[in-house]
Each structure stands twice: as C-alpha cells, then as structure tokens.
C-alpha cells in the first residue's frame, strides 16, 4: 500500500490517515520493511501522528489562543532522523524496561538475571536494541490502531517471551490515549513508557520558550539516586526542595538550581488513592501561547526530564565547539532544555527493591499501563 487510506469512526469528529513513512532493515535478520504512519485529526483542529517503527510519536500538532497550530513535539522529518544513534527515544515506545537498572541484574524469585548494559554498568531504557528500535505490526479499528510486538525470550536478557499491544486513539475532546497490555511466558519485568519530548511554545523554539512553562507534578515524594542515578531504595519529601511541583512553578526559576544535576531526570511518585486508577499526573502550561498539556495515568511514577543531554546550543558552550555534536531536528537543531518529557511508569529499579511498587509480571497476568494527553487552550 502506498497510496493514503483513510478510516473513519462513527464519531464524525475524527478521522484517521495510513500511509508510508520510510524504510527500515533489520540488521539482524537483513529485512526490509514498510514502516506505516497513521494521522489523527479532529474537528478542534488537532492532529496526532504515530509510526510504527518503535510505535513513535511523530507530531502533535495543536492550535494556540489566537489558532496558530504548531507542532508541540520534538523528532525527525525522515528515518534517516530516527535511525541516528544520536536519536534520544524521540516519541518513542520504550521497553522492555524503561529507566535504569542498577547494574544490569534483576533478581526475580530468588534467581538472578543479567541484562544487557548500555550505560556504562547499568542499563537504560531496555538495553541496545530496545522496543523503540523494532517496527511493530499493527492493526485498524475503526479510527483505533493497535500495534503489537512479540518480544523473545532472552530479548537483551529478559527472561519470557512477552507480548505487547499498544492501542492509540485520539478522542474530539483533544484527548490522545494510549493503553499498554503485556502478557509474558515466564515471569519477568515489564515497566513501558512514551518518550515524547514536549515544548507547548513549538518544537523548535528551544529552551528560552521552554524556561517559560510552567509545570505541576501530583507528587510528594521522589526516589533518592546515587551518582549513576540508580536508585538507593529511599524515598525523599518533596516539601520545600527544589522538586516541589505539587503547587506550579515557572520551569526557567527552578531548572537551575538542582543539585549536581544541569535540569531535571527525576521520578516522581504520583499521590493516589488505593482505589484510583488513572489520576492526574502533570500539567504543562505556556502562557504566551495559552497551550495547556495535562497527563493522566494509572502508573505510580513519572520521570520529569528536561533535554539535559541533547547537544548544547554553540553560543552558550563553553568548550570547544569542534567537539560539539549537533543533533538536527524537523526544522534545524536542537538543544539542551528545548523540550520536556513526562514518562509514565513505575518506579526506576523497582524490581530491585522490595518497597517499590510491585514490578513482576507473571504468566496469566497482564500488565497495563493507561496513559492520556489532553490538551486545551487557557485564553
């Protein structure tokens, strides 16, 4: 298929688009595959696009007070972009195990498992070749798709063959929803996330825009790390530190001044009720354009991280400038604190500590994962 094929639910008020992305080959099996774009638009003039390779976020593009639209993520016109090893999971479906794992071992029952390490000792965000670096197959439900991977047993070194569905679907209340199953032959760690990486001001105004947002985290307490930033089992208070977002602050007045950190790669954990299941998360909002981004979810974590590691823009580095890597984005490069994520998810290493939340996925159950962007414009 190369031509678009259009869907269309019995909600008049939005349609869905497929047609071709790119190319990609697996280098190790040698394949070449199709990869699929799939395009949401509503009548509130939003749109959402989606790829199946590494089921990613493409663009989310979305109308300011005045209805100009920009798109509000960052990534790459072309696979060329998304195949760059310099590609920090832009949009992506991350897994097997999203964050870090202390020393690339997980103990599950008693038994000991070594994962691969992509991260000096540790490993991040599933290892070498990750869930985000597969083409996933899919499936069209009316303006629904559900696109599926079968992971292997010994996949980066995860015990059991585990099946994931990911269904995504964008609503006429400006709602994109994303709904994770997983089953598995074998108990092992399932902990998935969405890595789309967000400035409300476009996705090429840069970190000046993004000091501008204001951001509110549903969290009293975030998980203590070493210098490697694996966790250390403690968890600390939020009150009066510089990771208090329960009441909103401007990012460009906080962003500074964290300890031994240049931004934010933090995991909060989410205030909620026993009996609750999605709740509120974040919210994100940029006042010059009115753009609000709320989270919902029904994960006991969030990681808040600010584009710390993308390249540093030439006119603020301090070394030399030969030696900067640039990372060129939709519409010219991007850099350090040009966008900001909110990855869903349970506590990092939590398969590691016995009061983290519950992290084994065992055979007969399946694991899920709820998470919800809405979007609104405040005049």
Known sequence: MTSVQKYYSV??????????????TDKRTGKSCSVR?????????????????????TSIKIPDKNGTVEDVVMGFNDMKGYLNPLNPYFGATVGRVANRIGYSKIIIDGKEYNVSANLGQHQLHGGFRGFDKVNWEYYVSGTKVIMSYDSPDNEEGFPGNVLVNISFQLSDKNEFLMDFRATT?????VNLTNHSYFNL????????????????INADQTTDVDENSIPNGKLLPVTDTIFDLQVPKVLGDVIHKIPGYNGYDHNFCINKGTDQENTFIAKVYHPPTGRVLEVYSNQPGVQFYTSNSIPENPKDYKGDIKKLQTLEGKNGNYYKHGALCLETQNWPDAINHTNFP???LYPGETYKHICIYKFWIKP
């Open 358 to 360: 519950k992290a084994v």
């Open 11 to 24: 909600n008049p008020g939005v349609e869905l688009e497929e047609d071709v992305f790119g190319q990609f």
């Open 201 to 216: 001001a476009g996705q090429d105004k840069g970190a000046e825009d993004l000091y501008k947002h204001v951001i509110t």
């Open 37 to 57: 774009r799939f395009t949401w638009r509503n009548n509130n003039n939003i749109s959402v696009q989606v790829i199946t390779y590494g089921a990613t976020i």
């Open 185 to 189: 032959t074998k108990p092992t760690f």
